[in-house]
Structure formats: C-alpha cells, structure tokens
C-alpha cells in the first residue's frame, strides 16, 4: 500500500505544527510502522530535534530537511511513497508560502493544530478555507482520493475559553476536530532535548494523549498499528 502522507499546516506561527508532526512521526514509529518527517520549515525544528538523538536511542522516525526545494519537494517523495507507511509534512507557517497548498495536493489527510484562544482561532480560518480550494482543485484534476482534514487542539488549557473555542470550531463543516488533544506540559518540549517523543518517558499524561492522538489519526486513515516496542 503506498504510503499515507499527512500535511501538518496552519498559517498561524507557534501553533504546534512542528509539535505535533513529530511527536505524531515518533509515536507512529513506536507502533512498527516506517515513518519519514518531511521538514519544510527553513527553521529546521524538526531536523535539529531528530538529530538531538543519541545513536544508541535513534528517534524512531526519519526526518528529511527539504525546504530548499521549496514547492518542489513533491519530486522527492516520489521514491518515499513506496518504502514507507506514513509521511507527514511539516509545514512552514507564513501564509505566503506555497509549500502547504502543494501539499494538500498529494495528501490523504490535513491536521490543523490550533491552540484554543480565540484570536488563534479566527486565523485558522485561512487553514480551512485553504483545504476547501485544495478539495476543489483534487476534484477538477480527477484525483480520486479523498482529503480528510482535522483540527487538533494543541498547548490546551482547560478553562471557559477552551469550551467556547470548541464551540467556534464546531461550526466549521468541513473540518472535524479531533477528540485527542495536546495539552499545556513540560513534557513535550523536552522531548527536543533528548531527541525523542513523549512515550520514551514512560507512562503519564502526556504519553496517554499521545497514545489517544496515534490511534485517531491511525483510525482516520486505516493504518495498522502493532504493539508498542
Ligand atoms: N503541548 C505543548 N506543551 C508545551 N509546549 C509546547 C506544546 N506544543 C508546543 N510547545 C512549544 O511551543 C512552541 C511552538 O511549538 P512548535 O514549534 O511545534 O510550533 P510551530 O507551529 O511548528 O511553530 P513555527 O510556526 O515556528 O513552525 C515550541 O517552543 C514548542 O516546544
Ligand atoms: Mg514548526
């Protein structure tokens, strides 16, 4: 089966794409499926995180910087597709890019990370409104495949606020939203330190919606995921 590609976008800086991309890729990975984490971001976050690694502990995804190539980084997954199970794009966050809009174009689904606060909301407007004009052009170029998109809830803190962001997203039609969330822990960004995802630390509340956002992103698009290692 060729390979799932997931774009992990939003114009909105800071939201947890990278985030969310990794711990994602990583968690995948535990779970015996081969995983490749295009970094599209010339800050490189996701290529500087994977290479924290120590050799003896590897992140258990692989992380490919293409940003150079900007919207050419298409030609490159070509030889991808077939040796692995899931790629996921880590997109740039300016809203100029193209990078995001070519990758919708060759992905199965779209993950919106948006942290709950009214202002990040109202942006990722431009997300969704992106993933109906790339729905649209799949359509008029006869791609079959459907693109899935959902929202993930990231550095979520509980409160009224998050309830009335729920709400808000709720009205979005095209996009569902996750039922998993990433909430506001240490955890996550320590990960950068060593190199690897949340799950390495053992059980805890962070590894828990970790496992919960594996599985509904693995459920979404029919992947089989094996017993953790
Ligand atoms: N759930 C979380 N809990 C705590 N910190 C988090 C969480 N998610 C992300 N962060 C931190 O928030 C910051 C922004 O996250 P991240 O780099 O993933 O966002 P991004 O959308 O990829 O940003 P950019 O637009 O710059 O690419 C980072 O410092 C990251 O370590
Ligand atoms: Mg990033």
């Known amino acids: 089966m060729p390979a799932k590609i997931i774009t992990v976008f939003n114009q909105k800086g800071g939201c947890a794409k990278t985030m969310t991309a990794m711990q994602l890729a990583g968690s995948l990975g535990l779970n015996g499926l081969k995983v490749f984490v295009i970094d599209m971001d010339p800050q490189n976050t996701a290529s500087l995180w994977f290479h924290q690694a120590k050799p003896e502990h590897p992140f258990p995804a692989e992380v490919l910087s293409l940003s150079v190539l900007k919207e050419n980084f298409l ?23 193209r990078v995001p809009w070519f990758s919708l174009m060759a992905s199965d689904l779209a ?3 948006v942290i709950p606060l009214l202002d990040n909301i109202w942006a990722s407007k431009q997300a969704e409104q992106l993933v109906l004009e790339a729905r649209q052009m799949r359509a008029s170029k006869g791609i079959k495949t459907e693109l899935q998109a959902a929202y993930v809830l990231s550095m979520v803190r509980r409160g009224k606020v998050l309830e009335s962001c729920e709400e808000a997203l709720k009205k979005a039609a ?12 240490n955890a996550y960004p320590e990960c950068q330190l060593y190199g ?22 693995a459920g979404k698009l029919g992947l089989k995921l094996s017993i953790k290692k």
């Open 196 to 217: 690897c995802v949340v799950t390495s630390f053992g059980q805890s509340e962070a590894t828990r919606e970790l496992n919960s956002l594996t599985k509904e992103v």
């Open 174 to 185: 095209n996009v569902t939203i996750l039922k998993s969330k990433m909430s506001m822990r």
């Open 75 to 97: 030609d490159k997954l070509e030889p991808l597709i077939v040796k692995a199970d899931v790629i996921l794009i880590d997109c740039p966050p300016s809203v100029e890019s």
């Open 111 to 113: 993950l919106i990370p």
